[in-house]
Structures are given as C-alpha cells and as structure tokens.
C-alpha cells in the first residue's frame, strides 16, 4: 500500500480534496494507495465550499476533518506533496522532506466557481498521480 501526503498549512480545502479523489478514485480502480491530508497549523473546519464542490463530481468529505501534522504521518507517507500554500519546511511540526508543490490557488474566501476551477486542477493533478503510481 502506497501512501500519498498533502500537505496545506490549514488543512481545509486543497488538502482536503486532494485526500478524497485519492481514495475515491484508488477504491473504485482498486489501487494499492491511499491519501491523507494534514496542516502544519491545522484549521478547526473544512471550507464548506470545498465540500459542496465534492459533493457536485459524488465525492463526500463528510468523514473528513483537518488533522495537524505529525511526524508519524509524514513518516509513513512514500509521497509528500503540498499544495501551494507556501509551506515553510523550517516551519513544520514534522522534518519533511516534501516530493513536490503543485502550486494551486487557496479556495479560502473564493467565489464557487473559482473553488471548482481549483477543484478540476486538484482532480487532473490526482488522475496523473494515481496513473504513476498504479
């Protein structure tokens, strides 16, 4: 089994997405891999707007809550990706060292169409991923 890290300073939005088309997408192709998600400063909530937007493609997040990183999650992951948050390495929790940032726009505050826009960007980047990996 394969573990994917999404790294987001709040874990509210990228992160959280991220998480889900991965183990919505590896259950329903039965892949070995499964995502997790935390934030170096993790938030109390997920943004309501990333959730509706999920829930548009049938995706849930309601199982899902922001976790704060730890370093047994980032030691367990085989790739740690953040998500354009500006993450500062010297800043986490964790001694990471992350894979790669896929630089996405933060959902936080944005209109929904800009949230689905991110969203897409998210699930093209999780089809790429998962293809790589299976």
Known sequence: MKTVLFVCVHNAGRSQM???FVNHYAKER???VVG?????VAGTQINPVAVEVMAELGIS???QSPKQ???????RADKKIT????VDADACPARIFFTEDWG?????????????EIRDQIKARVETLLAELA
């Open 18 to 20: 991220a998480e889900a």
């Open 30 to 32: 039965g892949l070995a």
């Open 36 to 40: 997790e998600s935390a934030g170096t």
């Open 61 to 63: 997040m309601a199982a």
């Open 69 to 75: 990183l730890t370093q047994e999650l980032a030691d």
């Open 83 to 86: 998500m354009g948050c500006g």
């Open 104 to 116: 996405l726009d933060d959902p936080k505050g944005q209109p929904i169409e800009k949230v689905r």
